[in-house]
């Protein structure tokens, strides 16, 4: 068994080891492997084996080193703590909100039940200076010396020692439990008179309670039922903004457990440039370092990721990192990026003409307050399911004949609409034309822009008998053997200019033989092309920045690869100027994505598959208003839902009060960095009393990196200096 005499050391000694073995570097130490890791089974036994108490009996037997003072007055809530100048040089100083603890010398009345205070320091505290008090603390102080058999404090020593007092609020309790490890409540359940305590400075081991008990807790209890665990560390425990006085090595490492981010919502709170982003990018780095790892094989127990990245900083290398997250794991099977730019190739755009039925959902989603008939009727037209016509394709590996000639000429009807808004629908590299849409229809559907033969009889007898003229303009527009995609498409917008013509001017030769119009199950298609004292088509020019015609609309292969890989999927926001754009899109991947998940829990799968957590780069520009939340909104619906569904939510932004109640009262974990208005501290203490006493602290420190950290492991804020991501 490994030598070690703390959880801290032991992951340190370990770190360099493990890090190879996770890069594949067995062969060289298998012999250090089977000594020192043994498949990191001598981690759980250095944890399960710590005896925490015995810590805590060890730091009380040299209390007087962590002396502070006594307790003058004491209630379930709060205490005012006495102590003088000499003891606090000795610790060097009492920070305010660090944290004390108070104690007994001797549990033997208690049943040997080893417990202790959490204490707060909020302030320091007038004390009361009439000659009665001063006298009691004179007599307090005479009994303050823990070593009975020598009285260091004189008579003399103590008329001159500066008294002062400390507010404090109490915290809790830490207890013992009967497997030797403390637990934690907010509930005091015993106080006895003030003289009783001693307060005192915590040492690291102390620190390392406050801050990981928790974790160290579910550490054992994993070791216990034979299940992988591994905490990581993300910071170290720092108390103070500056350095001054203190010294890194007297302060543990803090660390997490990852599952208090599956299934659980995770807010990063914080200005600007001071810290947010390495946050995330750590905590992320820990799930991908999860996800590789060798001991790491049951897909389920993995995490697949979604990081809308605003700025682009998950997926490129900047300046502040001098690396990113993408550059910095792509060697790894876990992680892929992906862009919006839509004058990129491979984009997660909508390419409209590819399918009909998504960009219906977008022109719905985003013209619900035109109240035009006309539109209204239009935003409610139904197409065939590509996705549909797609599955089939893959079935028989030949091109698909819609025998539903409506069927076909909706999607004509609409293909020339978007052609006539001036949706382009091809591109050109290295000088020569290229054309996704053209490639994937002529794939998948059997002659796809030749209209119907009814269509084209119609046409027919209406140039031959009314516009005998121009009857030439119609002959010249049918599509013949030789004519490539290109002649076909246009011919085809061509023609159904022509036919539009027909149904404004000429309507009585387009009636059936009981006079009722033969095209009416078009007419919210038609009724696009006509302009008479209406926008018609123009108005969905306004769209141009939602469309790509590079795009191959490959959204679905990046929901196979987070659902059913746990690959983390960096989508680049960066190059989107269009905030609705962007918005949108956003939107739609996460609907996608939790429409999939659903699917997996309704057929009972959700234990099978990885967990899935989406992080939200400045999320107030894409979370909705308060006015515009709702039920229907999928956001609303993952706040509410999500952990169901094994879905986890992170969400950064320096504005909490921009971010919809009903994400925010679910929240369970909290980073907190500076927050410079009071507007937005007020909305973190309304919704999480656990930040109240901080408030003036959260405003004052701007150190960068330097967090108050609340989890589903904690039960108040720990203060955090988090590791740079580099």
Avoid at 118 to 141: A, G, I, P, R, T
Avoid at 371 to 379: G, M, R
Avoid at 609 to 631: M, R, T, Y
Avoid at 692 to 716: A, E, F, P
Wanted: charged content about 25%; some cysteine; overall charge neutral.
């Amino acid at each position: 068994m490994v030598k070690t005499t703390s959880f801290e050391q032991f992951i340190n000694n370990a770190k360099d080891t493990v890090s190879k073995i996770n890069n594949g570097e067995k062969h060289v130490l298998i012999k250090k492997t089977s000594k020192n890791i043994k498949n990191e089974r001598l981690l759980f036994e250095t944890i399960a084996k710590e005896n925490y108490v015995d810590q805590f009996n060890h730091f009380l037997s040299n209390i007087k080193e962590h002396y502070i003072g006594k307790m003058l007055t004491f209630d379930y809530r709060k205490t005012q703590v006495i102590t003088n100048d000499d003891f606090l040089l000795k610790q060097n100083g009492v920070p305010r909100a660090s944290y004390l603890i108070a104690t007994l010398k001797d549990f033997t009345q208690l049943k040997g039940i080893e417990h202790f205070l959490l204490l707060f320091v909020d302030n320091f505290s007038k004390l009361e200076d009439s000659q009665e008090s001063l006298l009691e603390l004179v007599k307090h102080y005479k009994t303050i010396d823990l070593n009975e058999s020598s009285k260091t404090l004189n008579e003399n020593k103590l008329k001159h020692m500066h008294f002062m007092g400390l507010d404090c609020k109490i915290m809790g309790m830490f207890y013992k439990n009967s497997d030797s490890t403390f637990d934690f409540s907010t509930q005091v359940n015993l106080v006895l008179s003030p003289e009783n305590y001693i307060i005192a400075r915590p040492n690291k081991d102390i620190k390392n309670i406050i801050s990981n008990n928790q974790t160290l807790l579910n550490a054992k209890k994993y070791f216990v039922k034979n299940e992988n665990f591994n905490p990581y560390p993300i910071g170290k425990y720092n108390e103070t903004e500056a350095d001054v006085f203190t010294s890194p090595d007297d302060n543990p490492d803090v660390y997490l457990d990852l599952d208090v981010f599956r299934c659980k919502r995770t807010a990063f709170f914080g200005k600007t440039r001071l810290g947010k982003s390495n946050t995330v990018k750590h905590i992320i780095s820990l799930f991908l370092q999860d996800n590789a790892k060798n001991t790491n094989t049951d897909i389920s127990k993995k995490t697949g990721f979604v990081v809308f990245d605003e700025n682009g900083e998950y997926a490129n290398t900047n300046t502040q990192d001098n690396t990113s997250l993408y550059d910095k794991y792509s060697s790894q099977k876990y992680i892929k990026r992906f862009t919006l730019d839509k004058t990129k190739e491979d984009n997660l755009m909508l390419n409209f003409y590819l399918n009909p039925q998504d960009t219906m959902s977008l022109f719905n989603s985003l013209m619900t307050k035109e109240k035009s008939i006309y539109i209204e009727s239009f935003l409610n037209t139904d197409f065939i399911s590509m996705y549909k016509m797609v599955s089939e394709f893959a079935e028989s590996n030949n091109a698909i004949t819609i025998k539903d000639k409506n069927q076909l000429f909706k999607l004509q009807l609409f293909w020339a609409l978007l052609n006539k808004c001036g949706f382009k629908h091809k591109y050109y590299k290295n000088n020569k034309a290229e054309n996704v849409f053209f490639e994937n229809i002529n794939e998948l559907i059997d002659k796809p822009f030749h209209l119907a033969s009814h269509i084209l009889d119609d046409l027919r007898n209406v140039y031959e008998n009314e516009l005998k003229d121009e009857i030439h303009t119609f002959e010249q527009l049918q599509i013949k053997n030789g004519d490539d995609l290109e002649q076909q498409f246009s011919k085809m917008c061509d023609l159904i200019d022509l036919f539009i013509d027909v149904w404004i001017t000429h309507p009585e030769y387009l009636l059936n033989k009981n006079d009722k119009k033969k095209y009416i199950v078009y007419d919210s298609l038609l009724e696009m092309f006509n302009t008479t004292n209406k926008a018609g088509y123009k108005i969905l020019r306004k769209f141009y920045d939602f469309h790509s015609e590079k795009s191959q609309n490959n959204v679905y292969g990046l929901i196979d690869d987070v659902c059913e890989e746990a690959i983390t999927a960096i989508i680049d926001l960066s190059t989107v100027i269009n905030s609705d754009a962007k918005k949108y899109y956003a939107e739609r991947l996460v609907n996608k994505i939790f429409k999939r998940k659903i699917e997996i829990f309704i057929k009972n799968e959700t234990s099978k598959k990885p967990f899935v957590i989406f992080h939200f780069e400045e999320a107030h520009n894409l979370f909705p208003s308060q006015s515009d939340k709702g039920e229907s909104n999928v956001y609303y619906k993952l706040a509410k839902e999500g952990a169901k569904y094994n879905i986890g939510i992170m969400y950064a932004t320096q504005s909490p009060s921009n971010i919809f109640s009903e994400l925010l009262t679910q929240t369970e974990n909290f980073f907190i960095g500076h927050l410079s208005a009071p507007k937005e501290v007020s909305a973190l203490t309304s919704l999480s009393f656990s930040f109240g006493h901080l408030s003036n602290d959260i405003m004052d420190i701007k150190k960068l990196g330097y967090q108050r950290v609340l989890t589903n492991n904690h039960r108040y804020p720990i203060p955090v200096q988090v590791f740079k991501f580099e």
